[in-house]
């Protein structure tokens, strides 16, 4: 414990974008700017899936789930980020790194699983659809979802805990704009073999299993949806589909590219643009995905505003 003291009462230099300072002030407006459109978005998708009977479904049940982990996901970093890219100093306390990591994995592992459930009930719904209230019952969604968000802060216990306890011998400078596991690893003063194969079982599980359900489901999807008589069917049914596996290519995409390779290997720079990717494009763009290519969504939000800002109490 004596080598990391220093960090405890230092805590961490965030490197960010330091060796590029003409970066900092574009970045900040750049990030500002995605943070207030992810706010806006995920908040509308929320409480429009609350507000509008219409939309109360187990899809937008999820949905709105979704909508809260890219919240939060995006709380967990940005404010931090936008702090050291305008202030002289760079840094973060032990206690709020470790609190990043944690919340920002835990997060992080929680939409791996809800992805797929997300999938599921899309099978359900179109391979399904006379059994799909039974199987997606209001009760069994709920136990779904909350089991989802245990799993996830479960699995971020388990990986934090083995980055933090990793001898860092004084080191605090880490080369990146946020506390994450490969950036905290390269700090590590000893031999972490065993760590980054146990950080890949784990993350290889919780990316790679889901995924591969979610393809593996789709496959069956795409024959329910060829099987379909009305060309409208098909083409809900596809839009639907379509806005799913585009966020599931965004997020799985980057996340793997981090996550399921030794840190060992780790490029600072490359895992930069990989976060930004999907610590904040991935949710600024996902309220949008659903919102622009749903017409429910739309009409709901229509109904929303105009019952809240042109409807006068009687």
Known sequence: MWTNN??????????????RPWLET?????????????LFGNISIILVSRL???????????????????????????????????GPEKTISYGGCVAQLYIFLALGSTECILLAIM?????????????????????RCIHMATGTWISGFANSLVQSTLTVVVPRCGQRVIDHFFCEVPALLKLACTDTTVNEAELNVLGALLLLVPLS?????????????????SAESRWKAFNTCASHLLVV???????ISMYVQPPSSYSHDRGK????????VTPTLNPFIYTLRNKD??????????????????
């Open 52 to 86: 509008d009977p219409q939309l109360d479904s187990p899809m937008y049940f999820f949905v709105s789930n979704l909508s809260l982990l890219d919240l939060c996901y995006t709380t967990s970093t940005v404010p931090q980020m936008l702090v050291n890219l305008r």
């Open 273 to 280: 643009i990989m976060a930004l990717f999907y610590g904040i």
């Open 297 to 314: 969504v739309k009409a709901a939000l229509r109904r929303t505003l105009t019952k809240e800002f042109w409807v006068k109490p009687r």
């Open 6 to 19: 220093q960090s405890l009462i230092d805590g961490f230099i965030l490197l960010g974008f330091s060796d």
């Open 119 to 139: 999938a599921f009930d899309r099978f359900a719904a179109i391979c399904k659809p006379l059994h799909y209230p039974v199987i997606m019952s209001q009760r």
């Open 26 to 38: 574009p970045l900040f407006v750049i990030f500002l700017v995605a943070y207030i459109f992810a």
């Open 249 to 255: 290519f965004l997020f799985y995409f980057t996340a």
């Open 213 to 229: 359900l979610i393809l593996g489901t789709y496959v069956f999807i795409a024959q329910a949806v060829l099987k379909l008589r």
